[in-house]
């Protein structure tokens, strides 16, 4: 039978001043999407009682101009936001066979803070469209707004400068909240926090970067005593091969550079001695740590901080009062 073999590998760092350059069409789930300013698109509920499928429409026009703009479309609900609301300028109906809808819509753009309510920037587009109903008029006249339209890139540099302006005159106090989520043991969310500060955050990213990396090992750490705990009690309570593979996932998830990671390794070798023991063969499952190569601990922060915001409300009442007067 063919040996297979769950390997973990592990980088060293060996600074933080070094930063990937990032394509825009990242991933909003990735690693590499936290690290880079995000926005969510939202529509909310009271747009101008547009059709669901016009406001599905919409919502993806958003996630484009987003995308084609450089940004991260977060794949969590960010505090900052991409909004759109539609007035209908002029709707016409053709004497056609069969009839048509013809409408021309004056779509506003906003981008702004969700959380604090804060407008940072507004565009009005005005487009045309025409459809066998009003549906697919609204359809067709979203359909022809550019993600990459010049006025497009101004509203959203604009934008992305008081985002920035947020970070760098915050980072202070962004830094103590994720302190104090250390401080009870919310290790997850602090990294969250951090990990959203964006790179073009220069001084601030380099702050954030320097403060993730006690609380990652106490994350790592206690993620270690609690694996470690269960792998044992699986293995005390039966000895046999399914439970061996059942233990070796669990010890296989188990970051080497956690302080326990000496009675990791015991349990594996003493698991590997029981299963060579029953089966007369090496036991599939084995630990791997290669110390000589450096380890991505950025990717790793990212992935605590994904991981995190994923698991997040899919649902959020953002605060967009006055936006679109």
């Given at each position: 039978?063919?040996k297979?073999?769950n390997t ?6 060996i600074?933080?001043g070094f930063?990937?350059?990032?394509s825009?069409q990242e991933?909003?789930?990735s690693?590499?999407?936290?690290g880079?300013?995000a926005l ?7 747009v101008e009682n547009m059709p ?9 026009k958003?996630d ?7 940004i991260s479309?977060?794949?969590f609900?960010?505090r900052f936001i ?7 300028a002029?709707?016409d109906?053709l004497?056609?066979a ?14 702004g803070d969700?959380?604090?309510g ?9 487009v045309?469209?025409?459809g066998?109903?009003?549906t ?5 006249a979203?359909?022809?707004?550019r ?5 497009i ?5 604009n934008a992305k400068v008081?985002?920035?302006d947020?970070?760098?005159?915050r980072?202070a106090q ?9 401080s ?6 602090a ?5 959203s ?12 970067m ?5 609380i990652?090992k106490?994350?790592?750490?206690r993620?270690?005593?609690?694996r470690?705990t ?5 293995w005390n ?5 399914a ?20 009675e990791?390794k015991?349990?594996?070798n003493?698991v590997g001695?029981?299963?060579l ?5 090496e036991w ?5 740590t ?22 997040q409300p899919?649902?959020?009442a953002y ?7």
């Amino acid at each position: 039978m063919k040996k297979i073999i769950n390997t973990i590998r592990f980088f060293f760092l060996i600074g933080f001043g070094f930063v990937t350059t990032l394509s825009a069409q990242e991933s909003s789930t990735s690693a590499a999407a936290l690290g880079r300013i995000a926005l969510t698109p939202y529509i909310p509920a009271q747009v101008e009682n547009m059709p669901e499928a016009a406001v599905n429409s919409l919502t993806n026009k958003l996630d484009q101009i987003i995308i084609a703009n450089g940004i991260s479309s977060a794949g969590f609900n960010s505090r900052f936001i991409i909004t759109a609301n539609i007035n209908i300028a002029t709707k016409d109906l053709l004497a056609t066979a069969p009839p048509m809808t013809a409408l021309t819509l004056d779509v506003n753009l906003y981008i702004g803070d969700g959380f604090d309510g804060k407008k940072y920037a507004s565009q009005t587009i005005t487009v045309k469209g025409v459809g066998t109903n009003e549906t697919k008029a609204y359809m067709e006249a979203i359909k022809t707004i550019r993600a990459n339209d010049a006025s497009i890139q101004s509203f959203v540099s604009n934008a992305k400068v008081k985002i920035i302006d947020y970070y760098n005159s915050r980072c202070a106090q962004i830094i103590k909240e994720a302190q104090g989520l250390d401080s009870q043991f919310k290790y997850d969310e602090a990294i969250f926090k951090l990990t959203s500060i964006p790179e073009e955050c220069i001084e601030c990213y380099n702050k954030s970067m320097v403060a993730i990396g006690p609380i990652f090992k106490k994350k790592i750490d206690r993620d270690c005593k609690l694996r470690l705990t269960e792998a044992n009690n699986l293995w005390n309570a039966n000895q046999d091969l399914a439970t061996a593979n059942a233990v070796g996932e669990i010890l296989s998830s188990i970051d080497p550079q956690s302080s326990c990671f000496g009675e990791v390794k015991a349990l594996s070798n003493k698991v590997g001695k029981r299963v060579l023991d029953l089966d007369k063969r090496e036991w599939n499952y084995k630990l791997e740590t290669e110390v000589n190569l450096k380890r991505d601990l950025i990717k790793a922060y990212r992935d605590v901080g994904v991981a995190y915001g994923k698991g997040q409300p899919k649902s959020v009442a953002y605060n967009i009062v006055g936006w679109y007067r």
